[in-house]
């Protein structure tokens, strides 16, 4: 279901360098993933790199579920997904790690479907402007290749303490196939439970495009369930997710929900025609130089 939640947005891995630069940092800065908060510590398995990849579950639960419509949506996304071959687009991520809430992440983002291939260039916050990611599970021996200024050209374990810092997910749950994937996962689990409030809101926008909000609410905290609130916006043109967040329950009775983690696609451009060159590490628009090192 279209939960977004990276919820799984994703979504994601995006600030793999962090550690590359900071490689003092303590070992309890480690981010967690919000799927292995709630199963054991586990991070999720890698998606298929073939056709696969679209494929879902079958559909199956109660038709009066409140859950079922968002889902049949969820379905028909994937179905949309299948016809995009890749897209560019600026990503602003948000996330809570180890409790803390970091601040907004401003990236160029390129993804290509078949063969899988991501390319992030971070433009904020300060900190972090120039550093670059590329992710081609076939390539590179299945390693994160990053560059930092005055760090130089490093790769990176996808699921090791240093590629997970400062990130909930890791880089190859990036992409919104993968997003609706790994949330089908999660509403499918979910339609075993009620306790489940959906609204959908029609003509919301987000940076002026036209979307529909599905909103989720579980209003009472239990062990089985993920978030609080989360929320989706459908892109109506393009059928897409732009829009994910998602909160976890009040700290103290009265108080707000907290805010776990944000998503939003900005400026998408589809089926762009994004070519080898792209996901390479030898592209001079790059800025991969020299012998690549292992930071892990």
Known sequence: MRIGLLLVLATVSWAMLSAAASAQQAASRAGTTFISENS??????????DDS???????VGPEN??????????????????QIRDYTCTLIKRERVNGELL???????????????AYLYFRAPTEKRGREALYVPTENRGRIVGNAPN????TLDPNSRRAMEDNRYPIYEIGMANLIRRLVEVGLAEMQYGECEVQFFENSKINGRVCTCM??????????????????????ENQIPIR??????????????????EYTYLDVKLNVGLTDRDFSVSNPDY??????????
């Open 244 to 261: 994910y967040e998602a909160y976890t329950w009040p700290k103290e009775k009265g108080g707000k929900p907290v805010l776990v983690e």
């Open 103 to 117: 601040p907004p992440e401003y990236i160029e983002l390129k993804i290509r479907h078949q063969p899988f291939g």
């Open 215 to 236: 909103q989720f609410v579980h209003p009472v905290p239990r062990q089985e369930f993920r978030y609080h609130i989360a929320r989706v916006f459908i892109d109506e």
């Open 40 to 49: 054991k510590g586990s991070l999720p398995a890698p998606p298929p790199l």
């Open 53 to 59: 990849m679209f494929e879902l579950p079958p559909l």
């Open 151 to 154: 760090i130089g050209t490093v």
């Open 287 to 296: 800025g991969f130089r020299g012998r690549m090192q292992d930071a892990d």
């Open 65 to 82: 579920h409140p859950l079922m419509p968002a889902l049949r949506r969820a379905y028909e996304g994937m179905e949309r997904m299948k």
